[in-house]
């Protein structure tokens, strides 16, 4: 079963260049992909300059994706903005694991897990998404946290696990220390997403773990892409090899 999957910190749709707001941008960016799974981060709820648009409906309406969740994390005095996860497929049993750190700004892991129709056999895959810190003693601490939470511990090794979001890890450290020894691999080597007009930081990754091949993976290239967030989309095609 192939399946393609798209992860997007879409910056609370507002260009980074013209800083322009338009939803509408974000919307025919993941279009032009076509993805079954879209994890996204930044995503706005309620807030006026944002038209008070609860976005994970917008993004998901435009798309014509049925499933949909939000996990709002930062409050603010009117709204809220957080992560969200869009699928074409039935999404059960939504989590949060509380990723912050004292004195920083909160973050949450959003996790769920997916049914999945190839014919008449069904299939389960669990999808992490993440926004993690900005500093590399807090993101360190997060993706320990995240990977000795008993919700992913007790996923077993055999079920296909995506993890995907905005890293911050421009390095790789936390590939090479913490999440390559967890048991999961990298979709590609370091592509640059950020910034979305001319990337030079590799901000945005998608690693997994379990009965799964990747047959591509790559950053958006189109003008909607270079022009709709601060960050640019990037892209993975799975085999689930069962």
Known sequence: MRFRVVSYNIHKCIGGVDRRYSAERIVDT????DPDLVLLQEV?????????????????????????????????RLGKYGNA????HP????????????????????LVKLTMMDGARRHSLVI????????AFE???????????STITRIRSTTPLILGGDFNDVFGRLQKLIIEPAGFTATTGPLPTF????????????????????????????IGARQASDHRPIIADFVLKR
């Open 30 to 33: 993941i279009a032009h992909y």
């Open 44 to 76: 706005d709820d309620g807030k006026p300059g944002a038209r008070n648009h609860r976005q994970v409906n917008t993004i998901a309406d435009g798309l014509g994706f049925r499933y949909r969740t939000f996990q709002g994390n930062v409050l603010l």
């Open 85 to 88: 996860i869009l699928s074409r």
């Open 91 to 110: 999404i059960k049993a939504p989590r949060s694991i509380d990723l912050t750190i004292p004195l920083k700004k909160r973050r949450r892991a959003q």
């Open 128 to 135: 992490a998404n993440v926004h993690l810190g900005l500093a």
């Open 139 to 149: 993101r360190r601490m997060q993706m320990r946290k995240l990977l000795r939470s």
């Open 195 to 222: 910034p979305a007009a001319m990337p030079m930081q590799p901000l945005d990754r998608i690693y997994y773990r379990g009965p799964l091949a990747v047959e591509s993976a790559f950053v958006g290239h189109t």
